[in-house]
């Protein structure tokens, strides 16, 4: 009240006007409002006069008018400066068209190849993650031993009575829970049919140790009824059509049809579709308590045999599952006792494998799927890394070069009073500028290319700046980094040069300070020359796979897997054999590029006594034309005969391969022919004492990777799997749609399933050359980076050179001389980079051959090849540059600037 009595303006406006204001404004701007103040206070009230008094300083209170805040003067000259460097960065990168394209393009082929296979990486080791208590969750695997203690099988399934009992014997798991996979049934809901659909069978915990969201209904309902089927979103899809959310198709029914049973099943739960991450899939789910009355008390409690089970425990929290192994020998003594006199353990063993080492690390019998490689997704993961130096040191070199160009405006800068700091920020502006320019190239080339690595390495990788955040940012945060660590260095260097050294340019700095570029390359090329000898020895070992004869003829032969519903053998094969394309045929347990899985334990008659082998020797069951239809060779004795049966004749049939001769003691085959030998026995059937009919050439029945072993085959139609056919190479289609006609007359339930045996050749070494195919793009790629970056620095050499180059060709030197002298250092640094790459990529690859019982020979051609070949690329990236400069007219270079 004061205030306005004695007619003084608001002394706190005007005290927020004085903390506010510029001082230099300040003075005239309070003056001016007093004395308007005073005037209003005459001509109207005061308090209108005081309101108009704080409005107006209110409305002074703008940015322009404000005192500057401490360090504010400071950050507007960085921001002015930073505007600054980020022009004339601009300017240097459109003045310098090509290197700055050398640079970026580099660069983002390297960012691209790295995020691919970051992707491809993070996709192997992610299988199956998702479920919640994956760390806890175990396989159970089966082991079964030779006589002598040797590992003879190792099962990826187990017995069905593995699961009920080991959650009975052991309180550390608390849940148990087994699959069955059923022999593919149809499915008819109205009048749709589905035919062979995949329906597996499972333990009423399925939902409480593996983790399946539900869409409709719950965990707890799903298999409240014997005839309870769960569907995945997909298989709904396929039942009851795209709009099945607005139905309630929960408690429809749906008929199932398999090997001549018919059940009605009820829809009592949908859950989302299997994850691609996981290493079994499965579309419909039941519960396994269907399947007791087909097998019977003692198969469902059996551990003994007959591994079809797949089965899962579920450990408590922090157990140790190694420990729980220590059991298993007490195990099988308790419920299976003595086997031939002796303890169970003694041939039995099971292991606890855990989930998330299942796809990258197992490759037992009986894998429900093919698995990846651990040792795929390292050498991947080394590979993808290394790429990435190779662009970021590329850069760096290229960097170091292009800077070093401008040593006299490092020197103009300096005369005019730049420090060091700005000399800094100017160039690891430009540098961070190209590795921004780099990033949508990068991400544009990974969009381009993953749809070739899906169809190649049969996955669904998908890259989304949004799903994939994690993954953008550490690529965009890499790149910056690269720009930062890559123009650190030629930019302290080049800041810390004495001004007069600077004015004069480079050429007055000596070269021993530069070496560092030197290291750079010769980087470049160890990682070029390393992925070049990885490429030609698996390129190399592939084509031995190829080229090497496996023992048996894989062309043009078809394998048609059998069904139960085939009732007579002999007359599909004689239907079969009427077609005139169709040259032979044969049925047999297995074919050649499966495994020799079947052991029954064989004896061999030494004198008078009957003598246990202490070797595995595994057979196959076959007919008199398994030999001649796969063009094995007989080197002693005799075919089979038509009418020989092994389970029916008083006297047993064997024929041998040459390793089982030797094995028994016979070097030559000849020799074995008659001799005496029992074989185990299959289903309750005794094989029996009989002798050996003839002998075979070894031939690779199993893959390259495994070596060959002591085989027998057996004369029976019993445990068929396999019918084989030779046909011929014209009309091809004809000849399948004749198989297949011919099928349905003997199975009309399940559709015919063939594939040809030069394909499951081929598939055993898919994993291989996968690997060999992405080396070969990865090496294009580093030696094309490579070659740009070389094609820069020639561009800097000869830039540099260009007075020397013109003297040298005034005084007579040839272009040869100076191709010579531009090429030589770079020479040098090859061979320093062979000398250093070769033993390390020698030892890696040497240990990947290892890998393969039969491999190829690495030769003195084939290691001096990366060699010759780097100096090829070399020569032809320098030539065209070098033969440039080297030619043109020594007067033109000799000009004054």
Same mark, same amino acid.
Not at 308 to 330: C, I, M
Not at 331 to 349: H, L, M, P
Not at 584 to 606: C, E, H, V
């Given at each position: ?620 069951? +076959? /007919? &008199?034309? $398994?030999?001649?239809? @796969?063009?094995? #060779?007989?080197?002693? =004795? ?118 040809? +045996? /030069? &394909?499951? $050749?081929?598939?055993? @070494?898919?994993? #291989?050359?996968?690997? =060999? ?125």
């Amino acid at each position: 009240m004061a205030e306005v009595e004695n007619g003084i303006p608001p002394t706190r406006a005007t005290k927020f006007l004085k903390w506010f204001c510029k001082h230099e404004y300040y003075e005239d701007i309070q003056g001016d409002l007093e004395e308007e103040f005073h005037y209003l206070s005459k001509d109207s009230t005061l308090v209108k006069a005081k309101k108009w008094y704080r409005w107006q300083i209110i409305k002074l209170f703008r940015p322009s008018m404000m005192k500057k805040i401490k360090g504010q003067e400071e950050l507007e000259t960085q921001n002015t400066m930073f505007k600054n460097h980020l022009k004339i960065g601009i300017r240097n990168l459109w003045k310098y068209k090509s290197g700055t394209a050398i640079n970026t393009l580099g660069l983002a082929l390297g960012l691209s190849a790295f995020m691919l296979i970051a992707l491809f990486v993070k996709d192997e080791l992610s299988y199956d993650r998702h479920h919640e208590f994956a760390d806890e969750i175990h396989r159970v695997t089966v082991e079964n031993f030779t006589l002598d203690g040797e590992l003879s099988r190792h099962w990826a399934f187990a017995s069905a009575g593995h699961a009920e009992r080991l959650k009975q014997d052991y309180s550390a798991i608390t849940h148990a829970v087994r699959f069955f996979l059923w022999a593919f049934p149809d499915i008819q809901y109205e009048q749709k049919k589905l035919p062979s659909q995949q329906v597996v069978f499972a333990g009423d915990e399925v939902f409480d140790v593996f983790t399946f969201p539900f869409i409709q209904g719950n965990k707890e309902e799903a298999f409240k009824d014997l005839y309870s089927l769960v569907l995945t979103k997909t298989t709904a899809i396929r039942i009851f059509g795209e709009d099945w959310e607005e139905k309630n198709i929960i408690g429809e029914t749906v008929e199932l049809y398999a090997e001549g049973q018919k059940s009605l099943f009820e829809i009592s739960g949908v859950i989302e579709d299997m994850s691609n991450q996981q290493h079994f899939q499965f579309e419909y789910l039941a519960p396994i308590r269907f399947v007791y009355s087909f097998f019977g008390e003692e198969e469902m409690n059996n551990i003994g045999g007959n591994y079809n089970w797949l089965t899962y425990v579920r450990l408590e929290p922090g157990t140790d599952a190694v420990e729980l192994e220590e059991y298993s020998k007490e195990f099988f003594n308790k419920y299976i006792g003595k086997r031939r006199g002796r303890d169970a353990s003694e041939f039995y063993g099971f292991r606890f494998q855990p989930l998330l080492d299942i796809h990258l690390n197992s490759n037992l019998e009986g894998e429900v799927q093919a698995n990846g490689s651990l040792q795929q997704v390292y050498i991947f993961s080394i590979v993808g890394l290394l790429l990435l130096l190779v662009a970021c040191v590329n850069y760096m070199n290229l960097a170091t070069s292009h800077f070093s160009r401008r040593m006299k405006e490092v020197g103009v800068r300096k005369a005019i009073g730049a420090g060091q700091s700005s000399l800094l920020a100017q160039f690891l502006t430009e540098s961070v500028l190209i590795c921004i320019l780099a990033i949508p190239l990068a991400l544009g080339c990974v969009y381009l290319g993953l749809p070739y690595i899906n169809s190649f390495m049969s996955k669904e990788l998908m890259f989304s700046l949004t799903e994939n955040l994690e993954l953008t940012l550490s690529v965009f945060v890499l790149t910056i980094s690269v720009g930062l660590i890559s123009g650190l260095y030629p930019a302290l260097f080049l800041s810390r040069v004495k001004l007069l050294s600077a004015l004069k340019g480079e050429s007055s700095i000596k070269a021993s300070r530069w070496n560092f570029r030197n290291w750079l390359v010769t980087f470049q090329y160890i990682v070029t020359i390393s992925l070049i000898f990885a490429l030609l020895v698996i390129d190399g070992q592939m084509k031995f796979i190829q080229t090497s004869d496996p023992g048996y003829t894989r062309s043009q032969v078809i394998d048609l897997g059998l069904s139960r519903e085939v009732k007579n053998l002999e007359r599909l094969k004689r239907e079969l054999l009427e077609h005139p394309n169709i040259e032979m045929g044969t049925y047999s347990s297995r074919i050649p590029t499966g495994r020799l899985a079947d052991n029954w334990g064989s004896q061999f008659f030494k004198g008078d006594s009957l003598v246990p082998n202490n070797f595995r020797m595994p057979c196959i069951m +076959v /007919d &008199e034309d $398994f030999i001649p239809t @796969y063009e094995i #060779e007989l080197i002693a =004795g005799e075919n089979f005969d038509k009418k020989m049966e092994m389970f029916e004749d008083s006297t047993g049939y064997y024929i041998i391969n040459r390793r089982a001769a030797e094995f028994l003691g016979y070097a030559d085959p000849s020799q074995i022919i008659g001799e005496r030998l029992a074989y185990g026995s299959f289903d309750g059937k005794d094989m029996g004492l009989g002798r050996i009919y003839g002998v075979v050439e070894d031939f690779h029945f199993e893959s390259l990777h495994s070596p060959i072993v002591p085989m027998v085959m057996l004369k029976t139609n019993e445990n068929i799997r396999e019918l084989s056919l030779k046909i011929k190479e014209s009309e091809i289609q004809s000849t399948l749609e004749f198989i297949e006609q011919v099928w349905v007359s003997h199975d009309t339930q399940n559709p015919a399933r063939y594939k040809f +045996v /030069d &394909e499951l $050749f081929d598939r055993q @070494y898919m994993q #291989e050359e996968r690997l =060999g195919a992405m080396i070969k793009v990865f090496a294009i790629i580093a030696i094309f980076i490579g070659c740009l970056g070389l094609i820069g620095m020639v561009g800097f050499i000869i830039e540099t050179k260009t007075k020397e180059i013109g003297i040298r060709k005034a005084l007579g030197a040839s272009t040869s001389h100076i191709l010579f002298i531009i090429s030589n250092q770079f020479f040098k640094l090859i061979g320093l980079a062979f000398l250093i790459a070769l033993p390390v990529t020698y030892w890696l690859m040497t240990d990947w051959l290892q890998s393969f019982e039969y491999r190829m020979g690495i030769s003195v051609l084939l290691i001096l090849m990366p060699l010759a070949l780097t100096c090829v690329f070399t020569m032809i990236t320098l030539g065209v540059q070098t033969l440039r400069a080297a030619m043109a007219n020594p007067v033109d270079s000799l000009q004054d600037e």
